[in-house]
Every structure is written in C-alpha cells, then in structure tokens.
T-cell receptor, first 113, second 114 residues
Framework: GESVGLHLPTLSVQEGDNSIINCAYSNSASDYFIWYKQESGKGPQFIIDIRSNMDKRQGQRVTVLLNKTVKHLSLQIAATQPGDSAVYFCAENWGDYGQNFVFGPGTRLSVLP | KAGVTQTPRYLIKTRGQQVTLSCSPISGHRSVSWYQQTPGQGLQFLFEYFSETQRNKGNFPGRFSGRQFSNSRSEMNVSTLELGDSALYLC?????????????FGNGTRLTVT
C-alpha cells in the first residue's frame, strides 16, 4: 500500500529488544490520550489509552507513560517482534465530550531480524 | 463483532466532480468521525457526528460535508474536487457517550483526484 508518511522519523530496533516511541503533545488541557498502530494499507489500530489522572498504564507487552509537566507521552513495547513494524501515532483529546482527536505526525518502527 | 466498514475502498475522480464516501460503524457505536490522511499533513480531523447531529467540525472548507443516519451509518461528501483532496479518508466509530472513548477505524477510502 501507499506509504503513510514519506519522511517520518524512524526507529529501528533489533527483534527481541524493547522499543520506546515518544510523542510531544500540544495542548496542556488534553486529558485523554491514545496510541495507535497503522500498518500499510490499513486504518489505525487502537493499542492502548490513558487518561490524565494516570501516569502509567500497562497492556499486553505495551506500557504508556504520561508526563503532564512536559506534555510528553511514550509507548514502550517489550520484546519487539517483526509484526510490530508499523507507523505509530499518539492522539490527544480534551473536553467532556467530542471525539475530535489531534494526532501526532507518527513514528515508523522498523524491527530488524 | 464486525469492525468499521468503509466503501468504496478506492475511488478515482476528476477535478470538479463530487464524491460520496460511506461508513458503517461498529454495532452499538453512536459516534462517527471522519479524518483525512495525507503524507504531508498526517491525520486531520474533518467532523464528528453523534445521534445524527454534527457535534464537532475541523478546519476544512465547506466543500466537505457529512451526515449521519438513524442507524448511525454515515456518509461524507466532497464537492468540486481539487487535486489536493487526494488522500486516504478514514472513518472511525466510538461509543462516545459522556466520556471520551477510543476511536475504532476502518481501512479507509483511497481517493485520487486527477
């Protein structure tokens, strides 16, 4: 499929290593954050979310860390696998309702054999 | 549960024409959002519909419009197409009651304007 982003920052990691993908979000009022994974030819796939009343949340092989002081979000993937190769986006949202998320530019994760 | 379904998968249109894209949300989801994805601009919010009403709107010209039906299915329309409208158009549904909830995306409609 067509490339999602032609000049995205790329993170290359060895299979089995841990990956850390970072995201600087824009709005200090943002109170809900999501990480998405997008593979070529597909729509973004939900990975994990976190609300602003938390600093950390864990899922299966993934952990999201939120630092509201510096408006920074990170996604940690443990024991990275070839199937993790994709573009990863963070998304932020604020307000009591409404689903108008603001997405980051994305990071391409490349897993080396 | 079936995921978000978007039709058609691919479209080729000529400048000046208009186009309608369709989206069927996940059963039970009342919110449908539309996003435009391009290599240069990334993912940009177009609009969101909830219970047949536009609840939020992004910063796109009036040529971009949408609607939602009583069964939550949604359509978006782009009139007077321009070359710059070439993009992947993504629909996402969510429960989105009183609290934010994750967007669940379809695989998109790839629109090419020539």
């Amino acid at each position: 499929g067509e490339s999602v982003g032609l000049h995205l920052p790329t993170l290359s990691v060895q299979e089995g290593d841990n990956s850390i993908i970072n995201c600087a979000y824009s709005n200090s009022a943002s109170d809900y954050f999501i990480w998405y994974k997008q593979e070529s030819g597909k729509g973004p796939q939900f990975i994990i979310d976190i609300r602003s009343n938390m600093d950390k949340r864990q899922g299966q092989r993934v952990t999201v860390l939120l630092n509201k002081t510096v408006k920074h979000l990170s996604l940690q993937i443990a024991a990275t696998q070839p199937g993790d190769s994709a573009v990863y986006f963070c998304a932020e949202n604020w307000g009591d309702y409404g689903q108008n998320f603001v997405f980051g530019p994305g990071t391409r994760l490349s897993v080396l054999p | 549960k079936a995921g978000v379904t978007q039709t058609p998968r691919y479209l080729i249109k000529t400048r000046g024409q208009q186009v309608t894209l369709s989206c069927s949300p996940i059963s039970g989801h009342r919110s449908v959002s539309w996003y435009q994805q391009t290599p240069g601009q990334g993912l940009q919010f177009l609009f969101e519909y909830f219970s047949e009403t536009q609840r939020n709107k992004g910063n796109f010209p009036g040529r971009f419009s949408g609607r939602q039906f009583s069964n939550s299915r949604s359509e978006m329309n782009v009139s007077t197409l321009e070359l710059g409208d070439s993009a992947l158009y993504l629909c996402a549904s969510s429960l989105a009651g009183e609290q934010q909830s994750p967007l669940h995306f379809g695989n998109g409609t790839r629109l090419t304007v020539t």
